[in-house]
């Protein structure tokens, strides 16, 4: 098994964050991104915020090796199974992330406008202090962090193609995370967010 070449901790307060740049290669990237982008029955769900109700800015799906839905913004979703390609990725995971991953939700940016609000993975069916494993393919694009109650801490990572932000411990409580719009013009991108749901 090669692991991957550099583990980048975020040095942030209230969190534990790491970024593995290279933690595929391009042309695995490249052939993962293809694939699933093809193969997945891409799904836009309707989201209300503060009383309003418009679609969701990108499009998802959800994986599982159980049959657990997954709620958040009041959205349920109930997931398909595991592709071969999404149990490699998965499989390749968990060799550095030591956590038996059960349910992915894939996010599919199509360009700049579409986006993921300021969040965090919190719901209670993820359990404490959930571990996050963020897999990127496709365009790079910003990834930007902020303290919940410290308004002076910021922080933001390109997340390149191929690579792993691992999240864990505390993070969640303490920091809320988005993808935000970009006018600049980029190509699609697939995010595949794998999490514990028990």
């Known amino acids: 098994m090669l692991f991957p070449s550099e583990e980048i901790k975020l040095n942030l ?5 790491s970024y593995f740049p290279n933690f595929f290669s391009q042309a695995e990237a490249l052939q993962y991104f293809k ?7 891409w799904q836009q769900d309707a989201i209300t915020v503060f009383g309003k109700t418009h679609l969701q800015p990108r499009l998802t799906a959800l994986f599982a090796n159980n049959k657990k839905s997954y709620r958040y913004s009041n959205i ?5 199974l595991f592709s071969e390609a999404l149990l490699t ?11 038996d991953f ?3 939700l894939a996010n599919l940016y199509r360009n700049g406008q579409d986006s993921n609000g300021w969040h965090a993975d919190n719901e209670k069916a993820l359990g404490q202090n959930p571990v ?7 365009e790079a694009r910003t990834f930007h962090l902020k303290h919940r109650k410290d308004k002076t801490l910021k922080h933001k990572i390109r997340l390149e193609s191929g690579s792993l932000l691992l999240m864990k411990g505390e993070t969640q409580h303490h920091w809320l995370h988005q993808i935000a719009k970009t ?11 794998f999490r ?3």
Do not use: W, Y
């Open 13 to 17: 307060p209230d969190a534990e964050i």
């Open 35 to 41: 694939s699933i982008f093809k193969k997945t029955n």
């Open 132 to 138: 996050i494993a963020s897999v990127s393919f496709g």
């Open 102 to 104: 059960t349910t992915c």
């Open 76 to 80: 349920t979703m109930h997931p398909e």
């Open 183 to 193: 006018k600049r013009a980029v190509q699609p991108r697939i995010n595949l967010t």
């Open 89 to 99: 990725i998965k499989q390749k995971i968990e060799t550095v992330t030591d956590t």
């Open 196 to 198: 514990v749901i028990k």
